[in-house]
């Protein structure tokens, strides 16, 4: 039986990082200040706290029917070729013989996988709804190995603290080269049953405007934590050495790291 967050539950997490939330609302320039930087880090480390204080690492988000699935899907983040490396559409039209996610950092055995790699792994399959920091949702279903599964393949060392996501697009691609989106993860959130690396969406394969071949879906936080086009995870004990030091691309601008819902 699946289990659910009843409303009134999620509701007290939302009002516990309101003041965050209104905060990030689109206002870079409010996020670099450091006075406001302070209060957002003060309001995610509360909202962070809510959330675990009141939800148990096993509690699963709301999942959904086939019928409930959005019609259309709004795709977040990069969506096109624009923001991909050179020959990255060819590398998708050929079959993605040369594609491999990489795993590496703490872990017993680095590992190269292919999707044909992945895909022999056993798959969860979910249809869930996506929350994004700009105010819209959609409900789809995806269909991957836990996320638990690949990383126990590696092996964590005893160090390992964080999962983080490195990715093929440049979000936005104004620096060639050197801005490259990436994404974060406690290990709470890496081996909860429904965080998976999805290779397909609602029934084929993951298109691109969704980050083809491989993208990740955390269902208990928003959008922006759900890396696209992911092509390495390092597994890795802090998140200080890792560009801005906040452990992703918008943090990194002001946004929280830690968003659940």
Not at 84 to 105: F, K, N, Q, T, V
Not at 159 to 181: I, L, M, S
Not at 224 to 250: P, Q, T
Request: one cysteine or more; proline letters at 5%.
């Amino acid at each position: 039986m699946k289990r659910t967050v009843p409303v009134s539950r999620r509701s007290l997490l939302v009002g516990i990082g309101s003041t965050g939330a209104l905060l990030l609302a689109g206002c870079d320039r409010l996020s670099r200040a450091p006075a406001a930087r302070e209060i957002l880090a003060s309001s995610e480390r509360l909202t962070q706290l809510g959330q675990r204080a009141f939800l148990s690492e096993a509690v699963m988000a709301r999942e959904y029917t086939a019928g409930e699935i959005s019609k259309v899907f709004r795709a977040n983040g990069s969506s096109d070729a624009s923001s991909l490396p050179p020959g990255y559409l060819e590398m998708l039209e050929a079959g993605l013989a040369r594609w491999r996610l990489r795993i590496d950092g703490l872990v017993h055995r680095p590992l190269q996988l292919s999707l044909a790699q992945l895909r022999a792994l056993p798959a969860r399959a979910q249809i869930t709804r996506h929350d994004c920091v700009e105010g819209w949702s959609c409900i789809g279903g995806w269909r991957g190995p836990a996320l638990g599964v690949v990383l126990n393949l590696a092996g964590l060392l005893p160090e390992a603290r964080f999962v983080v996501f490195h990715c093929a697009d440049e979000y936005p691609r104004f620096v060639d080269g050197k801005n490259w989106y990436y994404e974060s993860i406690d290990l709470i959130d890496a081996f909860h049953p429904q965080t998976i690396l999805a290779y397909e969406m609602n029934g084929a394969p993951l298109p691109l405007a969704h980050g083809a071949p491989l993208r990740l879906r955390v269902e208990r936080q928003l959008g922006y934590k759900m890396a696209k086009f992911i092509n390495r995870i390092e597994v890795v004990s802090s998140l200080d050495h890792l560009r801005g030091g906040r452990g992703g691309y918008w943090e990194d601008l002001g946004y929280e790291w830690y968003v659940g819902i």
